[in-house]
């Protein structure tokens, strides 16, 4: 790739030489350039003379607009020689030192650059582990309680968020859908907790796609809601393996690193039973990548000792979250943990919640 | 642990039970108890200050105990019961010239008399939400919970309560307007009352004019109100709601002067600096953030790692204070010294030890004129 490139700006730099005879001002743009690049010193000597750096003008100032798109045509294609021969002599420094050579520099993304959070959770605080130890899924971590999980949603539901919650269904061991009926959630609880149910999962639709999700825990909170978004059914999704079985999944929590994050993950763990059954090699991710939650279901086998192969079943869809309110879900009277506000706090890209 | 204690100017009770004390000055935060001793049901409730010197805060616990805290000592050190846990948590703790005063959610307002061990018990209705007192005419509290009017108590006479608000008229479907006050405070140098509710109004109530209805209402947000705290500067009350929107309203219009923004989760606990344009607020999002009144920035905000019920400022500048503690606690020590090296002494004339005192007395410099009584009595 990168040889082809450079062979097509040679040939272009040939054609600016004859061209460079007829046109001054193309002369000058590009013995500009050259000057920048320090490509061909003869080349440069040629243009010597005349040449004034930076130019007296910009290529916006051209008033013709089919010479200043050629212009600035010229311009781009300068720099990226420019910028071809720099990591071309780059690579030559690297390949001169051999294994003395520095390590290539980690590119910056947000999520290297992202802003300390003081709450981020030290394993060893005893503080937050008791914190942790006596709060609403303790009796879940004790294993006094074994998840029993009720899935609904908005009234009327239609052909995705039907499908959708009987997918979700198969993937959470001991999920029963049931048909909303037009319930009022507030309703729906008591008889949740009288039932033993310990989630309460209601999937909101608009316009026929799922687009909110109502995390509930019983018998006394929290509750969280989640805006859900690229839903992919397993309809839709290619290479994709058998329908799952019915044995408990393993589940993969990453990073979940803030106080607040460690509650979230808590709450996903708590959907799944104790001990998975390692026989069905199924596990479902709860990936968290810049405050996105990424849900992922695969079935995975080890090939030899070294590779293992994995398999995705399915459905898959991302999260986001919008509140955290203590309590069971009371959205006029309740206590919230956390809101998100978009204005307040989304002013830093690097900031992140979870 | 005294050191620590004595540099804390902010004290915040948490939901795991532990006490708090921050210091603004040092930029650190301690936990006063025992850390294997933890357990939930000793949640604090309430804070309040034992006596007007700011030495002993009064923690009221989940589980009936007021527990008494030495901020010289830095130690509990008494614990009294004072109710059991059936009966609801502390909505409010009061001190009174020789008596505590606690009130339950229950509705049952007690006063406990210094030594003694008989209570007077007052019924302030069903299910009460706060109590707070009077902090000019101390023997004065008023209480308000959900569908428990707004009552006044003097508690020389604790038979009828001297003011009983009544609800305001029904509304324009002619139904009956739900009572639920949240949090209420006395506006000094008046005899108004201010409150707001679980309805997300802010009303204010004026016991010496005939109409037991509130003079001013006003409206915030959408959410429901739960705390509320009067700044130095009258005519203005500071609200935040379970939403973590904090504002300062006026009390003249009942207009928003403006928000205070950076808090993630509903508000708990909230109060005023008494003398400096500064406001406290925790709550469910384990942050203690200080605000200016006068631009209304975040000038500290803290993580305190637990769910935090209620603040406590004490009345001292927040963040200058350590020196001056320092100071005196140098001057106690002197004292000390002092004290035992007279002990010890016995064959002097009383002129000379007059004399020696009075050096003593010029030397120590920044002495309270309660020590030097001492003094001069040894």
């Known amino acids: ?354 | 642990m005294t050191g620590k204690s004595q540099v804390c100017s902010i004290w915040v009770g948490s939901e795991t039970g532990i006490l708090k004390g921050v210091s603004l000055a040092k930029k650190q935060a301690f936990n006063f108890c025992e850390m294997n001793s933890l357990s939930r049901d000793q949640e604090v409730c309430m804070l309040c200050w034992g006596d007007a010197q700011e030495t002993e805060v009064l923690v009221g616990c989940a589980n009936g105990a007021v527990k008494t805290f030495s901020t010289e000592k830095g130690i509990f050190t008494e614990s009294r019961q004072c109710g059991d846990s059936a009966q609801g948590k502390f909505t409010g703790l009061a001190v009174t010239d020789s008596s505590l005063v606690t009130c339950v959610e229950s509705g049952l307002l007690k006063i406990w008399k210094e030594g003694s061990t008989d209570t007077v018990e007052i019924n302030a209705g069903s299910s009460v939400c706060r109590m707070k007192q009077n902090t000019s005419q101390r023997h004065h509290v008023a209480t308000g919970g959900k569908e428990t009017p707004l009552k006044v108590w003097d508690l020389e006479r604790p038979d009828t309560p001297i003011f009983t608000a009544k609800n305001v008229r029904n509304d324009w479907l002619d139904l009956r307007v739900p009572e639920w006050i949240r949090d209420l405070a006395f506006i000094p140098d008046s005899e108004k009352i201010v409150t707001c509710t679980g309805h997300h109004q802010v009303r204010v109530y004026d016991p010496a004019s005939p109409q037991r209805r509130p003079v001013m209402e006003a409206q915030f947000g959408e959410y429901p109100l739960t705390a509320l705290s009067l700044p130095s500067t009258p005519g203005s009350v500071v609200v935040g709601n379970t939403q973590g929107q904090m504002a300062v309203l006026d009390l003249r219009k009942g207009l928003v002067r403006g928000c205070l923004k950076g808090l993630a989760g509903a508000v708990r606990g909230l109060q005023c600096h008494p003398t400096l344009p500064l406001v406290a607020s925790c709550g469910l999002d384990r942050f203690l953030r200080i605000h200016s009144l006068e631009d209304r920035t975040l000038q500290h905000k803290v993580y305190l790692k637990s769910r935090l019920n209620c603040v406590l400022l004490s009345s001292r500048d927040l963040e200058a204070c350590p020196p001056a503690t320092d100071a005196e606690q140098e001057v106690k020590e002197e004292d000390g010294v002092g004290d035992e090296v007279w002990d010890t002494m016995e064959t002097v004339t009383e002129k000379a030890k007059k004399r020696r005192l009075e050096e003593k007395a010029n030397g120590a410099g920044k002495k309270t004129s309660t020590k030097k009584k001492k003094a001069v009595k040894k």
């Open chain 1, 1 to 354: 790739m990168d040889s082809e490139v450079q062979s097509e700006s040679r040939i272009t730099n040939k054609k600016q030489k004859k061209k460079m005879k007829n046109e001054k001002i193309r002369n000058k743009l590009n013995q500009e350039a050259v000057e920048k690049g320090a490509v061909k010193e003869s080349e440069n000597a040629n243009a010597e003379p005349e040449s004034s750096f930076p130019p007296p003008f910009s290529v916006s100032e051209i008033k013709n607009k089919q010479r200043r798109h050629f212009m600035f045509m010229k311009y781009k294609q300068e720099k990226r020689k420019e910028k071809l021969a720099l990591k071309k002599k780059r690579k030559k420094e690297r390949d001169a030192l051999g294994d003395a050579a520095p390590p290539k520099p980690v590119p910056k993304t947000i999520e290297n650059q992202r802003i300390y959070d003081e709450t981020t959770v030290d394993p060893e605080d005893e503080e937050v582990a008791f914190d942790e130890g006596t709060d609403e899924f303790s009796a879940y971590f004790n294993k006094l309680t074994n998840p029993k999980v009720l899935i609904t949603t908005s009234d009327r539901p239609r052909g995705r968020t039907v499908r959708f919650c009987e997918q979700l269904a198969t993937v959470i061991p001991n999920a029963h859908v049931y048909y909303r009926r037009g319930l009022a959630l507030k309703r729906v609880i008591p008889q949740c907790i009288a039932r033993d149910f310990t989630f309460l999962m209601v999937v909101n639709e608009d316009r026929k796609m799922p687009n909110g999700l109502v995390l509930c825990h019983l018998p006394d909170g929290p509750t969280a809601h989640f805006k859900v978004s690229s839903v992919r059914l397993r309809k839709e999704m290619k290479r994709r393996g058998k329908d799952p079985t019915e044995h408990s999944p393993e589940v993969i929590l990453n990073n979940f690193t803030t106080r607040l994050g460690h509650s979230i993950g808590r709450m996903f763990a708590a959907l799944f039973p104790h001990d998975p059954q390692f026989v069905g090699r199924q596990v479902a991710t709860f990936h968290n990548q810049r405050d996105f939650i990424f849900f992922r279901f695969h079935r995975y086998i080890f090939k030899n000792e070294k590779r293992v192969g994995i398999q995705e079943l399915g459905p898959r869809f991302t999260l986001k979250l919008r509140s955290l309110q203590k309590g069971t879900f009371d959205s006029k009277f309740g206590e919230y943990e956390w809101v998100h506000k978009r204005h307040e706090m989304d002013s830093n890209r690097r900031k992140f919640h979870l």
